[in-house]
């Protein structure tokens, strides 16, 4: 029996259980590496894929406005280390000229505290903007083939010079994040948005797959009505190692960083669990249950039907989302999500369809802070500590897994 630490917000908890730790081996040759994550992204800007570097790119346009995307505060994205580097691209004297715009898509703003996490010393020494999915100064750039209106934020689409930056990671309908997300949802409307994200309950909308995923397609038509002159992603494990960087045109550096993340984050397993313990990785990504669940869905396959999923999540701000707690007041089964989804979709209903969906196959209980009572009403069981959801299992003689950083996994059963 060994002792496991699970993150919680910004602490671990630590638990003595006879379990299996399904996290991807941190010990994989690509980790072992250990790279400096700074010499990481410098090598990938020397060596863009696609296109020329991005300070050959600048130099052409020495009036050029400069806007370069970065993640909001839900994200874990070394985004200051990407600006050092990028900045070391750009001339000094086109400092006025750069807008560092973050993403939120429909997320609230981050607030300023948030803002010096993500930007640290950036703050107070460059232009910022906060995008908002609901400004009235959005601009129509084009119609997808699956009829989604695209209105973009006004900053970037003015800009003589687009550079997005983030990192490629899954994505539970989308397949990957990363590449043209930085767009779609990074920078569009509610209502561009909406219409991408309803097409989520088609079949080959899953993680980790692209093949034939219309939300994915959807987002790729969207980026090229208004493409960046240049992007730079990362990959990195669940702890924040950076693996590699690449740099370079768009659609070039997604199919790299794609082929790369799904060889790290996916974790085939042989045997079904009876019993999984699952953490969305701590703060950030567990700061409310609707971030949180990402990790839930990445996971839930693994556990036989009938067995139980302990997810262990702080929500230090809650539900997260008002839709999402609406819906699944309204809506006790996946079935009736997925026709609301398809009737009248809504930014957040989304969330309680798959929560519902993974309702229908096993037993789910929360480790966390939210309100125990409004949880119960969903079916949920809700525990203050981990070792009272444990004690309260009933897979006592089955087989436990523990996964440590679940919005970073992918568990692929082979058995489905």
């Not at 995307?69 to 750009?90: C, F, G, I, K, S």
């Not at 930085?182 to 797959?209: C, F, M, W, Y």
């Not at 969207?222 to 990195?236: G, S």
Request: charged content about 25%; overall charge negative; glycine content about 8%.
């Amino acid at each position: 029996m060994a002792t496991i630490q699970i993150p919680y917000g910004s602490q671990q908890i630590n638990v003595e259980l006879d379990a299996e730790l399904l996290d991807v081996d941190e010990g994989d040759d690509r980790t072992c590496e250990k790279r400096n994550r700074g010499d990481v992204i410098k090598i990938a800007l020397e060596h863009p894929i696609g296109t020329k570097r991005l300070r050959d790119i600048v130099g052409t346009k020495r009036d050029a406005k400069i806007v370069i995307v970065v993640d909001d505060h839900t994200r874990a994205t070394p985004t200051v280390q990407m600006l050092d580097a990028l900045m070391d691209e750009v001339s000094e004297e086109l400092k006025t000229r750069i807008t560092l715009l973050v993403a939120c898509g429909t997320h609230e703003p981050p607030a300023e505290e948030e803002l010096k996490r993500i930007l640290g010393n950036y703050v107070g020494q460059y232009t910022i903007k906060i995008h908002e999915c609901d400004a009235q100064d959005l601009v129509y750039v084009g119609t997808t083939s699956r009829g989604t209106s695209v209105r973009l934020n006004r900053n970037y689409v003015e800009a003589d010079i687009k550079i997005l930056t983030g990192d490629v990671s899954l994505h539970y309908y989308a397949g990957f994040g990363g590449g043209r997300k930085s767009i779609l949802p990074g920078i569009s409307s509610r209502e561009t948005i909406q219409k991408n994200h309803a097409l989520l309950v088609d079949e080959h909308a899953r993680t980790a797959n692209l093949d034939r995923n219309p939300v994915h397609l959807d987002m790729t038509e969207a980026a090229a009505f208004c493409p960046p002159e240049f992007v730079l992603n990362i990959v990195a494990t669940g702890d924040g190692t950076v693996v590699d960087a690449y740099a370079g045109a768009l659609n070039e550096v997604f199919a790299k960083g794609t082929e790369v993340a799904k060889s790290l984050l996916c974790r085939d397993i042989p045997t079904l669990f009876d019993c999984i313990i699952v953490s969305a990785g701590g703060f950030p990504k567990d700061i409310n249950l609707y971030q949180a669940t990402k990790a839930i869905e990445n996971c839930y396959r693994a556990v036989i039907s009938g067995g139980e999923l302990i997810f262990v999540a702080e929500c230090r701000d809650g539900i997260g989302d008002p839709y999402f707690e609406e819906w699944m007041n309204a809506y006790s089964s996946g079935e009736a999500a997925a026709e609301a989804i398809k009737s009248n979709f809504v930014l957040g209903g989304h969330k309680a369809y798959y929560i519902r969906k993974v309702m229908t196959r096993v037993t789910l209980s929360v480790v966390s802070q939210l309100d125990s009572q409004l949880l119960s009403r969903w079916g949920v069981d809700t525990y203050k500590t981990l070792a009272d959801a444990i004690k309260a299992t009933k897979k006592d003689n089955g087989k436990i897994g523990i996964v440590q950083k679940g919005a970073d996994i992918l568990l692929v059963p082979a058995v489905k």
